[in-house]
C-alpha cells in the first residue's frame, strides 16, 4: 500500500549557481526519477567525477573543479534521434559502450520495457538490440562483464545476444503471462521491489535468474469503459490476502552449454519469497527466503552448478521482518555488500531492538555488530572497504531529521557524524565508490534543496566554501509557517507532528484544523525538508484561507524510533494507528485555538483507510473527511504488504475484519467525500463498491466520485489532475469553512 505517484508538478528548484555541477546533478537526477533500472549515479573509474547527459551529449565532470570534457558529442546522440525518447543510459568506461533506454512503456509502475540501442565509441557505431523482437518489449538490458554480449527480457522469457554477430539465443523458452523468467509479477513489484530479475555472473559465464509461475494466482479483473463501445476486461494475477503467494524459484543458466540448473532451497516455493538472489563469486549464488508470514527470514548460499544449498543464518521475529532494499535504495538495482574478498558480508537485524548494522562471516557463524547503541540505522549511504568503514544515515535525537554517520568495519566503536552540527534538516549524500567525494543535498522546513559537491573530509567544495551552510545561515533568522512538535496522549504514547497556523494568525480566535494522514508501515510524515506542510491538492493556499494544517506520525509509522514503536501495529493495523490519531487530535485541541466544530481530515492510500477509520470510529471529533484510493476492506488487498503486517487471515481473520473501514461505515455521522480511480491496479475499485453498499444499507448520506479508468494516483487523461484538486477543494471548503473566528 505505497504511496501514489503524484503527478502534481513540484516547486522550481531555486539553487545556487556555485558551479556547472548543480545543473549536471539535477539533470542526472531527472533521468533517475523516470525510470528504475541502471539509474544509480554513474561515477568515473577514479571516483573523481561523473557521466550526465548535458545539451544532448554525453560528458564527464570533475566533481570538485567544475571541468568538463564531452565524451559522445551532440551530433552523434542527435542523429541516433535517441535524445527525445531517451528514459535513462548506462556508459561502460572501461569499454567504451552506451546503452540507451528508449520509448519506454509502463509495466505496473514503472517504465521498465522499451528498445534498448548500444553506441560503440570503438567503432562510432550504432545497434539495436533485439531487432527481431516485438517493438517496445525489452527489458533490463545489461552487458556483459567484457562488453561481448547484452542479455534482457522479452516477453517474459530471458535472451542473449552476441554484440558482434547479432545472433541471438533463447535462455528460457516457456515464458508466458503465467511463466515469468528474468522480471516478476505485480505484487513482488510493488512489495518488495523487484523488477530486474537476473544476474550477470563476475566472469561473464552464467546468467542466474528469477522464475514466477503465476500460474496458481487468480486474476483480478478490471474493467475498461473508455477505450470503445464495448468494456475491455484487464486481467492482473493479484493475489489477494489469504491467497497462496506465486511460486518463486532462482535458476543458473550456463551460456556455453545452455544447461539449466535449479537452486534447491527447502520449502514449499509457494508458501515462501525470495526477494533476494545475488552471486557470490563466479560458483555460488546467494538467497534469501522469507516464510510466508515474512517472520522468519533465511539466508543460503547455493552452487551455481550442481543448485546444492546450504543454510548460513536467519533471522526471526514476532512481528515481521524487513528485507534490505527497505533500507538501502540501491539494493533495489542489484548488489551484496561482500567484505574481505567475499569471506563476509554486511547485514542488518534489529535482534536488539534496533536497527544496526552487522558484518557477517560467510558462513554465517559469526557476526560483529557496527552500529552499538539505542539508534537506528536508517539508511546505508556507502561502503569503503579501503578506509576500513561503513558510512549511514541516522538521527540519534530527532526522527524528523537525517545526518550520515560512519563507522569502522571491524568493531563497534561510537559511529562518527559526518555531518556538521550546524546544518539541521534532512540530508542526502551521493557517494563516490574510490575517492573522497560526495555529492550532498540538503534541506529542511525553511531552506530549499541545495546541492553541492564536496570532500567528506571537509564538507567544502573545491574552491573552500558550502553552498548548503551558506543557505541554512542565511534562512537562520527567518521566520518560517511550518512549527514542529510533540504530543503526549493520556496513555503516554509520545509521538511527532508539524503544524501550519493561518497567516495573521488571532490567538483570540479559532480556527479549523485539517488532518493530513498516513498512519500505516508505508510511509511517514513528520519530516524536516522543503516543502513539508503543503497541501498540493488544495487548489489555493491553506494558510492564506485560514486554515490550520496539521501531520502526526503515529506509532507504526517506518521512523528511527526503534523496532518496538514500528511493530506495535502488528496485527494491529486500523486499531492502534487509528487510536493514536484521534488521542493525538485531541491533546492539539488543548491548544486552545482549533474550533472542534470544523475538523477535518483526509488522506490518500493507506491515508485513504485511515480516514475512513477515524470518521466511523471517531465521528465525534472528525467532523469532515475526504478519503482518496481507499482500502476500504482489509481482506481485499495483496497478501505480502497484508500478511506482512497482519497476520494470516486464516489464523486471526477477526484482525482484518476490526481494523477495515467497512466494519465500522454504520457510524458515520461527519460529511463524507469519497474518491476513486477505477483502473486502479493496486487498491481496486471493489473497495469502492463494497463500501458504498454498507453505508447504502444504513442510509448514511454520503458524496461519491470515480475517475474512470484512473489507476492509484488519479493522474491519467486530459483535466484529471485539476479536476480532482477542484473537487478537493471545493468540498473542504463547504463543510468545513475557512477562517478564524471569535470564541
Keep these: 500500500m505505497n504511496f501514489p505517484i503524484f503527478s502534481f508538478k513540484s516547486n522550481t528548484m531555486k539553487m545556487k549557481p556555485f558551479n556547472t555541477l548543480v545543473i549536471l546533478f539535477c539533470l542526472l537526477i531527472s533521468h533517475a526519477a523516470t525510470m528504475q533500472a541502471q539509474s544509480k549515479t554513474q561515477w568515473t573509474g577514479d571516483g573523481k567525477g561523473i557521466f550526465s547527459l548535458s545539451k544532448n551529449a554525453l560528458v564527464k565532470t570533475d566533481v570538485l573543479t567544475g571541468d568538463v570534457d564531452t565524451i559522445i558529442g551532440a551530433l552523434v546522440l542527435n542523429k541516433a534521434d535517441l535524445f527525445k525518447k531517451m528514459d535513462n543510459y548506462t556508459w561502460n568506461e572501461k569499454t567504451g559502450q552506451l546503452l540507451v533506454f528508449a520509448n519506454t512503456a509502463r509495466v505496473w509502475r514503472y517504465n521498465t520495457k522499451g528498445d534498448y540501442w548500444l553506441y560503440d565509441g570503438n567503432t562510432k557505431k550504432w545497434q539495436q538490440l533485439g531487432k527481431s523482437k516485438p517493438a517496445q518489449t525489452l527489458m533490463f538490458a545489461k552487458l556483459s562483464p567484457d562488453g561481448n554480449k547484452a542479455a534482457y527480457v522479452s ?28 522480471t516478476f509479477d505485480w505484487v513482488y513489484e510493488e512489495e518488495f521491489a523487484c523488477r ?48 497462496a503467494p506465486s511460486a518463486v524459484r532462482v535458476g543458473v543458466i550456463d551460456l556455453a552449454t545452455g544447461k539449466k540448473t535449479w537452486m534447491a532451497v527447502p520449502g514449499d516455493q509457494r508458501q515462501h519469497y525470495i526477494p533476494r538472489m545475488e552471486w557470490a563469486g563466479n560458483d555460488e549464488v546467494i538467497i534469501q527466503q522469507l516464510n510466508r508470514k515474512q517472520n522468519e527470514s533465511r539466508l543460503y548460499l547455493a552452487n551455481a552448478g550442481n543448485g546444492k544449498g546450504y543454510y548460513i543464518h536467519s533471522e526471526k521475529d514476532a512481528a515481521w521482518i524487513d528485507i534490505l532494499p527497505s533500507i538501502d535504495d540501491d539494493y533495489n538495482y542489484g548488489g551484496w555488500d561482500w567484505l574481505d574478498g567475499g569471506k563476509s558480508f554486511l547485514w542488518v537485524s534489529e535482534q536488539d531492538g534496533w536497527r544496526h548494522l552487522y558484518r557477517m562471516s560467510r558462513n554465517g557463524k559469526e557476526s560483529i555488530l557496527l552500529t552499538k547503541g539505542n539508534f537506528d540505522v536508517i539508511e546505508i549511504a ?23 554517520y560512519r563507522t569502522k568495519l571491524n568493531d563497534s566503536a561510537t559511529p562518527e557524524r559526518i555531518t556538521p552540527d550546524t546544518q539541521p534538516g534532512t540530508h542526502q549524500y551521493d557517494i563516490s565508490p574510490i575517492a573522497d567525494l560526495a555529492y550532498h543535498s540538503f534541506s529542511n ?28 545561515n542565511k534562512a537562520a533568522n527567518m521566520p518560517s509557517p511550518i512549527e514542529f512538535f510533540k504530543v503526549k496522549t493520556d496513555d503516554g504514547v509520545e509521538m511527532d507532528g508539524w503544524m501550519v497556523k493561518p497567516e495573521n494568525f488571532n490567538p483570540s480566535k479559532k480556527y ?18 522543503f516543502g513539508v506542510g503543503r497541501n498540493r491538492l488544495y487548489a489555493g493556499d491553506m494558510r492564506k484561507d485560514g486554515y490550520v494544517y496539521v501531520t502526526i506520525d503515529n506509532r507504526g509509522t517506518p521512523v528511527p524510533k526503534g523496532r518496538e514503536w514500528r511493530k506495535s501495529i502488528y496485527r494491529k493495523i486500523g486499531i492502534v494507528n487509528i487510536d493514536d490519531q484521534a488521542k493525538a487530535a485531541k491533546e492539539v485541541f488543548k491548544m486552545g485555538f482549533i474550533d472542534t466544530s470544523r475538523v477535518a481530515v483526509w488522506g490518500w492510500s493507506g491515508g485513504g483507510s485511515a480516514t475512513l477509520n477515524l470518521m466511523f470510529r471517531y465521528p465525534e471529533i472528525y467532523k469532515t473527511g475526504i478519503s482518496i484510493a481507499a482500502v476500504a476492506f482489509q481482506l481485499t488487498y495483496d497478501n505480502i504488504y497484508q500478511e506482512r503486517y497482519m497476520g494470516l487471515p486464516q489464523e486471526n481473520r477477526e484482525d482484518f475484519v476490526k481494523g477495515s473501514p467497512i466494519t465500522h ?39 461519491f466520485m470515480s475517475y474512470p479508468n484512473r489507476s492509484h494516483s488519479i493522474s491519467e487523461g486530459e483535466g484529471t489532475t485539476r479536476h480532482l484538486s477542484t473537487l478537493y477543494t471545493n468540498y473542504l471548503k463547504q463543510y468545513c469553512p475557512p477562517g478564524g473566528r471569535p470564541f
Design 665 to 703: 461505515a454504520k457510524n458515520l455521522r461527519g460529511n463524507l467525500l469519497y474518491i476513486h480511480g477505477t483502473g486502479d491496479d493496486n487498491v481496486h475499485y471493489q473497495n469502492a463498491e463494497l463500501l458504498q453498499n454498507e453505508l447504502i444499507k444504513y442510509n448514511k448520506q454520503f458524496q
Design 196 to 243: 530486474d530479475g537476473f544476474r550477470w555472473s563476475p566472469d561473464g559465464k552464467k546468467i542466474a535468474f528469477w522464475q514466477v509461475n503465476a500460474d496458481g494466482t487468480k486474476d483480478f479483473m478490471m474493467m475498461d469503459n473508455t477505450s470503445g463501445i464495448y468494456s475491455k476486461p484487464i486481467p492482473v494475477e493479484y493475489p489477494k490476502v489469504g491467497e
Design 382 to 404: 556507502a561502503v569503503k572497504e579501503k578506509e576500513g568503514y561503513v558510512y549511514f544515515y541516522g538521527s540519534p535525537d530527532n526522527a524528523t531529521q537525517k545526518y550520515l
Design 155 to 182: 516477453e517474459q522469457n530471458i535472451y542473449v545476444e552476441d554484440l558482434k554477430t547479432g545472433t541471438i539465443k533463447a535462455l528460457t523458452t516457456d515464458g508466458n503471462r503465467r511463466m515469468i523468467n528474468g
Design 512 to 529: 479549523p484544523v485539517v488532518f493530513f494522514v498516513y498512519s500505516e508501515p508505508a510511509g511517514a510524515n513528520v519530516i524536516d525538508r
Design 445 to 472: 522546513h525553511k531552506v530549499q534543496y541545495v546541492t553541492e559537491a564536496i570532500s567528506l573530509n571537509t564538507h567544502l567544495d573545491g574552491k573552500g566554501k558550502s553552498a548548503v551552510q551558506d543557505a541554512v
